[in-house]
């Protein structure tokens, strides 16, 4: 939180010797306990909103449009666009083509856009953590159940910083390190290795875990213990990318914590997506969107926009027109075999063509209807303009948790068992499927049925990226894509864009920074 100050048009020279009358900074704001709250919501905020007006205006981070710098935009575009589950038409915004080729430099608007994002949310959470400490709540004379309080919002932050910096370490692997420990003001952070980063944040994890509310005992859209386990089992799923060490019993202990916490599935597949999903169970933690209060070109906002085009009639998706972007690939398709009886299996075809032939066309590849400003009753969300939706991104549920675990059982990891893991499958089945229709025996429950499952599951929800490099398929051409490498029928590309380049920004200002060789 920079200081802003305010000084009187009117001040009489003599002024000018006195501390000026109107200075807000971090003393200021921290002497009072009511500011904390105030200030938490700032760190949640910045997932979901792009600075201090919104929609737009006043922006947090400047050198790209406001709008296409949202935190879980860029984020859902990097994990989405360089696979099979999307493409947008948006070829000449910047950045756009580089992840829908899968040919991105280190000057990639989009992927500079995410590494700034990351970094801003590390810094306020830093201020935040830095500035609620025992030492400083007890010199602020902040005791009592306000200080455990302050001390409920610390870990909050700390869970939001160990996020962002996951995101760090699955998108970019080895990245600049700043904590609360380091001083305020400009230096060059050292660059800390993709093995220590996954420590620090496995440590940051496991250290907040008692001073976090227990499941389902927090206000809605934020942290509690379960969204910790949730974080703690993702990280073991992909240890061994990060680390080269497999830690796939760790990852089946904290899923079972949450599959123990007393979650349910959701009946309904479909309500999950909608504008009234934050009565949905199942969602561990979302990333909140109001039409009305928190309005953003970001998030689920760009993503339900940006689906609709063709044919489609936008107040049918509950919004006020489509932006022509979004669809899906023929592979992705292809998992729902016979589509009509999954019904996650969300396409609209009508004047759509399966394959995409060009990219910038929009009805060249399926729309994906998953995403709705449309409440379970059938009703438009809030804003009564339709322009910005109130549909909640869900970041982490169930689904995803039971899927983790069947998969690190599959892996060799100890503590679960396979005939959970073929009865957690099948409930996520016989939900998508109504009934036992689509239920699977031990034997068809394989780690290419988990891959598959998964993309059914959890397509265009920001996984598929992460996925795909778990199971080596990403980048080889042992699985290839339309468009993948830039050409139609698709092709390898270089190993090294399992990861993305430290801007080249970054790399001229700090010289503790190294580059990944092929971004150079």
Not at 19 to 46: I, Q, R
Not at 91 to 101: A, E, I, Q, Y
Not at 309 to 324: F, I
Not at 411 to 432: F, M, W, Y
Request: hydrophobic share 40%.
């Amino acid at each position: 939180m920079a200081a802003v100050v305010l000084f009187s048009a009117t001040a009489c020279l003599d002024d000018l010797d006195l501390e000026p009358k109107n200075e807000v900074t971090s003393a200021v704001v921290y002497e009072d306990f009511a500011n904390y709250k105030n200030v938490l919501a700032k760190l949640y905020g910045g997932y979901s909103l792009t600075g201090q007006q919104g929609p737009a205006g006043r922006g947090d981070v400047a050198g790209i449009d406001e709008g296409a710098s949202s935190y879980f935009r860029t984020y859902w575009m990097l994990q989405e666009l360089p696979t099979d589950e999307a493409v947008l038409a948006w070829v000449n915004d910047p950045g756009v083509s580089g992840l829908n080729l899968m040919d991105w430099t280190a000057s990639n608007a989009l992927s500079k856009a995410m590494y700034y994002r990351i970094y801003y949310q590390i810094t306020l959470a830093n201020e935040f953590i830095r500035e609620t400490s025992d030492e400083k709540l007890s010199g602020r004379g902040i005791t009592g159940q306000d200080a455990e309080l302050a001390r409920m919002y610390r870990a909050e932050a700390r869970f939001l910083r160990a996020l962002s910096y996951w995101h760090a370490l699955d998108l970019y692997g080895s990245v600049p390190f700043v904590t609360e420990e380091d001083e305020v003001g400009a230096f060059s952070p050292e660059q800390i290795s993709r093995a220590d980063l996954f420590d620090y944040i496995e440590e940051e994890l496991l250290a907040i875990e008692s001073e976090l509310a227990a499941p389902m005992q927090n206000e809605y859209a934020r942290v509690d213990q379960a969204a910790a386990w949730t974080l703690l089992a993702k990280l073991y799923l992909n240890a061994e990318v990060y680390t080269g060490e497999a830690l796939y019993t760790e990852a089946i202990t904290y899923a079972k914590k949450v599959i123990d916490a007393g979650f349910t599935l959701h009946p309904e597949y479909e309500e999950l997506f909608l504008a009234d999903n934050d009565n949905a169970q199942g969602i561990i933690l979302p990333i909140a969107f109001d039409g009305i209060n928190s309005q953003s070109y970001g998030g689920t906002n760009f993503i339900i926009h940006a689906a609709i085009g063709g044919s489609m009639v936008a107040a049918d998706y509950g919004v006020n027109g489509g932006w022509g972007g979004l669809r899906t690939t023929k592979e992705l398709v292809a998992l729902f075999p016979p589509a009509e009886e999954d019904d996650r299996a969300m396409f609209y075809t009508d004047g759509q063509e399966l394959e995409i032939t060009d990219i910038s066309t929009f009805t060249d590849g399926y729309a994906v209807t998953k995403f709705k400003n449309i409440t379970s009753e059938g009703e438009p969300g809030s804003d009564p303009t339709l322009a910005f939706v109130d549909t909640d991104f869900p970041l982490f549920r169930l689904a995803d948790v039971y899927l983790i675990y069947a998969e690190a059982v599959l892996r060799g990891g100890s503590g679960g068992d396979v005939g959970t893991a073929v009865d957690l499958a099948n409930q996520i089945r016989n939900r998508a499927y109504e009934g036992e229709f689509g239920t699977i025996t031990p034997a068809e429950l394989t780690l290419d049925f988990i891959l598959d499952e998964r993309a059914r599951e959890l397509y265009w929800e920001a996984h598929r990226r992460t996925d795909l490099i778990r199971y080596g398929l990403f980048v080889g051409n042992e699985y290839v894509w339309p468009w993948k490498g830039g050409v139609m029928e698709g092709q390898a590309v270089e190993p090294c864009r399992v990861l993305y380049p430290i801007p080249f920004d970054d790399i001229i200002a700090n010289p503790n920074l190294d580059q990944i060789d092929c971004y150079e």
